[in-house]
């Protein structure tokens, strides 16, 4: 039978990462009945899960080419997703960071090692996944469509940035019309992501583009000592500029970029008169910078 790349989704990161998800619904309460409905398996099969040792789980993922911290972000996502009942969401989730990982070429050397045949200059597993900004970007707003992010918008509301590869203009960033507020008490876009919908976050990422090519997407918190705390405690490497009272877009993007050729997860504008101090969480895409900030988020809520 022909082997296929896709496999490694199927039949290595999907039951290893069901366990830990299960393990952490568990550690949370819930019943195995329930575990299995969230899932989607069997109560027997929770039970399976349930009596694995949750380092072989994570060792198996690990061989297959995720780091830890992919791994954390990977279950911490999925387990925010299944239990707020929100499964086809959860599906896509995953279906998606499996596609990007074969497609960046990540699972190939566990690949070959359990598949002799498969040549060192095979490539095929680029095609697999076609970037879609659009799609990312309304992925990454439902994972932070949680509690406990709503207590990082800040007054003057936050936004959620994507830009193309070969960005050069406003137009070239998606962004949300409007921003992300807290309605109902999640934060909420006003309007589906458009091309242009934010000339602050857009000026920021053609800036910081300049001198770190690697962070296309950018996010916008608020800042106080606890969101700093969070921050360091989360081992994410933060810079801070400011304070400064200038509080045009240009002025801004100018500022953040100045720190930013090292790459740092996130730049803290310390605000001036008039303007608020913000976190710019920064990653190589949406769904990253959506991680980073629910990590954050989580960590706030624990410390109070």
Aim: aromatic share 4%.
């Amino acid at each position: 039978m022909l082997d296929t790349p896709l496999s490694l989704i199927t039949d290595i990161l999907l039951p290893n990462v069901r366990g830990l998800v299960a393990k952490r619904l568990r550690a949370q309460g819930m019943s195995q009945n329930r575990i299995a409905v969230l899932v989607g398996v069997t109560q027997p099969a929770i039970k399976q899960y349930l009596d694995e040792d949750e380092d072989d789980l994570r060792g198996k993922l690990g061989e297959a080419g995720l780091s830890n911290e992919e791994i954390d972000s990977l279950v911490s996502n999925l387990v925010s997703l299944v239990s707020s009942g929100r499964k086809e969401e959860a599906s896509l989730y995953f279906t998606t960071f499996g596609l990007m990982m074969l497609s960046q070429l990540k699972l190939c050397n566990f690949h070959r090692r359990v598949n002799s045949s498969i040549s060192s200059d095979c490539r095929i597993c680029q095609s697999l996944y076609k970037e879609d900004e659009e799609s990312q970007l309304q992925l990454a707003l439902s994972l932070l469509r949680n509690e406990s992010v709503s207590k990082l918008i800040p007054e003057i509301l936050s936004n959620l940035a994507y830009s193309k590869r070969d960005a050069r203009e406003i137009l070239d960033v998606l962004a949300i019309p409007g921003r992300i507020a807290v309605i109902g008490g999640v934060p909420t876009p006003a309007s589906r992501p458009t091309w242009g919908g934010s000339r602050h976050l857009a000026t920021i990422l053609l800036e910081t583009r300049r001198k770190c090519e690697r962070w296309r997407s950018v996010m916008n918190i608020k800042y106080d000592e606890k969101v700093e705390e969070a921050i360091l405690k989360s081992g994410l490497r933060l810079v801070k500029v400011g304070p400064s009272d200038r509080r045009d877009d240009q002025s801004i993007a100018n500022m953040v970029a100045s720190v930013i050729s090292s790459c740092p997860d996130v730049v803290v504008h310390l605000g001036g008169n008039g303007v608020e101090p913000n976190c710019y969480i920064f990653g190589e895409n949406p769904l990253e910078v959506s991680s980073k900030v629910n990590k954050i988020a989580k960590l706030c809520c624990e410390s109070s």
